[in-house]
């Protein structure tokens, strides 16, 4: 009788006095052992999880993770998505906004929630560690009110990924030696699972246990580290509710395109098999992932992942057995570009009374950056022996292939710290050549290889407009952006004209996100505010052109109001 007063009084505080709250979580990194694909190997896990924990929060909470390295390498830890409000300190990427967390050492990250609400993920950001050490972050929408779509029965993460038999930490490594590029994956996973395509791969196949009639909230992240993916379920179609941490007007679709960096809100109506249906003789569907590959002549992992959709058994003695194998869904080919872009064309804000989209109709600055693959040339003291072209492979934002530096800009920035990082990343490409024609001069391909930001008053309206170039090989990049959403407001294959594309952006209700799909041979326009004081990192999420320089920073000045400015750095930052 008391607990029920207690648990009455507890409910009232809830809903009317305190709405955002407080979570605390404890991450310990360590080496674990698993074992896929008939082979065991250590990998680098949060909690011995693999996948890692899901961090349950609502709309507006603040949440302390506790990381203790406990593994033999540096790590750092980042919370993709999430706008992180004039607190940069705890956003994560190594040598961008800390130093690592070394092994034996601790810090704790504080993950400030504001707008976010959906599926968000986070990350490891040092090295390929990501490869192992990921994990979701649902978000509800804050008390006393709901997802502006029907109610879900039940939610399951779906995380996809990739697998190496091989150490993750070598694969990189040995290709940053040769200036070759790194080797393939050899699987797929879904949840950790390859599934049972892949030969050995039985036994942990992740499984779905549904019930006819009821509804699914699927919040699919995509954790692969160097490939686009297309989703889908045998025999289902899809409802897409949300992507990258807001919502979209729904709409159904048989298949979904998700870039790495990704994610996406999909309701599925188990609404197929029927018990009473006597030729309805299977009651599994696979849900399968397969990639999008859009470089032509670039080596991928063409393999499938598939996990099973299996319904429940509700009248067990009349229900068919399941012996055939379940149906695979219908997914495009692999360089279907048309595909790819006729789904992401259908991204749009919800942009309802309750959830506005706020897009900027003006802006103050244009930003046009040029994404490239390159080749340095080899030489005497760098005979890259093993890499073709002759050379070893780059790649570049504005023909700047990104540094890293020793020290983090962050600190280096708030301490004033010289030499550590330069302030002329260029508002445009620094030559106009047909970036997407064909066979362009190789003269073209050799980036400078420098460390500079790009400097932003508070407050101003950003527009950036991403131009794919077809140096060397042409592909669709996915393009990040920390410390922020922002609207793409337009996307379109060859050249940008500065005249006319504008005049097609959509300034009403344009997708909301923090990764965008550059299409291969083409360009993306987005725009944000940057209302957020920081070191904010932007790269490509394929991890090989991240680690060959694809990225560069954006720093944003504080304003002149007290809350326009950064937080204090915490006491516990890990020093270089
Ligand atoms: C990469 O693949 C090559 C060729 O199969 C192999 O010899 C090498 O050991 C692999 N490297 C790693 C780090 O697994
Ligand atoms: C599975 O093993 C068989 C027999 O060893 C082989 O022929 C096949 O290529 C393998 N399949 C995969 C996907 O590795
Ligand atoms: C079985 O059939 C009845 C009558 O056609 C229908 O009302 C019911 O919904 C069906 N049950 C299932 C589980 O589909
Ligand atoms: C019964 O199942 C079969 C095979 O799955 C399907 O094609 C058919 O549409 C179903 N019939 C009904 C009434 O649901
Ligand atoms: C995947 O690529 C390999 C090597 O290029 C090729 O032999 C195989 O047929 C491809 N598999 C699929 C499913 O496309
Ligand atoms: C996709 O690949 C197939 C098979 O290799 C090829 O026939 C087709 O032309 C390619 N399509 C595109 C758009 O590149
Ligand atoms: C040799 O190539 C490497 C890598 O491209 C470069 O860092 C270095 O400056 C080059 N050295 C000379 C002498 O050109
Ligand atoms: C650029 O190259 C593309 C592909 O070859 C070609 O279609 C286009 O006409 C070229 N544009 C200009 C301005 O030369
Ligand atoms: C990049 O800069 C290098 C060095 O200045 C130059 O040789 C090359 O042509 C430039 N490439 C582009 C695409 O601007
Ligand atoms: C930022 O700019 C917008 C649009 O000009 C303005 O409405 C808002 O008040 C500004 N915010 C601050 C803190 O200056
Ligand atoms: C780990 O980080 C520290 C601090 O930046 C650095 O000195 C050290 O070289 C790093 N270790 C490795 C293996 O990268
Ligand atoms: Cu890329």
Known sequence: MKMLVLLFLYGLLGSSLVSAKTLHHKFVIKETKYTRLCSTKDILTVNGQFPGPTIYASKGDTIFVDVYNSAGSNITIHWHGVDQP?????????????????????????????????????????????????????IYPEKGSSFPYSAPYKEIPIILGEWWKADVGQVIAEGLRTGADPNISDAYTINGQPGDLYNCSKQGTFKVLVEHGKTYLLRLINGAINNELFFGIAGHKLRVVGTDGGYIKPFDTNCVMITPGQTMDLLLFANQHSLNNSSAKNNRYYMATRPYASADRVEYDNSSATAIIEYKNQRSKRSPPSTSSPLFPVLPADNDTNAATAFIAKLRSLDSKDHPADVPKEIDERVIITIAMNILPCNNSDPCSNSPFSGRL??????ISFQSPVIDILDAYYHQIPNVYGKKFPSEPPQYYNFTGEDLPRL???PKRLTEVRMVEYNKSIEVVFQGTSL???????????????????????????????KGYNLVDPPLENTVGVPKNGWAAVRFRASNP???????HLDRHTSWGMTTVFIVKNGKMPEAQMLPPPKDMPKC
């Not at 780059?394 to 023909?399: E, G, I, T």
């Not at 952006?481 to 504008?502: A, I, S, T, W």
Request: charged share 20%; proline share 6%.
């Open 444 to 446: 073209l391909m050799t």
């Open 472 to 502: 060397l090989a042409a592909e669709n990049h996915p393009m990040h952006l920390h410390g922020f959403r922002f609207y793409v407001v337009g996307r379109g294959f060859g050249n940008f004209d500065k005249e006319k594309d504008p």
């Open 394 to 399: 780059a790649s570049s934002l504005n023909n």
């Open 86 to 138: 004039r607190n940069p300190w705890s956003d994560g990427p190594e040598y961008i906004t800390q130093c690592p967390i070394r092994p034996g050492g601790k810090f704790t990250y504080k993950i400030i929630l504001s707008e976010e609400v959906g599926t968000l993920w986070w990350h490891a950001h040092s090295a390929w560690d990501r490869a192992t050490v990921h994990g979701a972050i649902f």
């Open 534 to 540: 920081g070191v904010w990192f932007m790269h490509c």
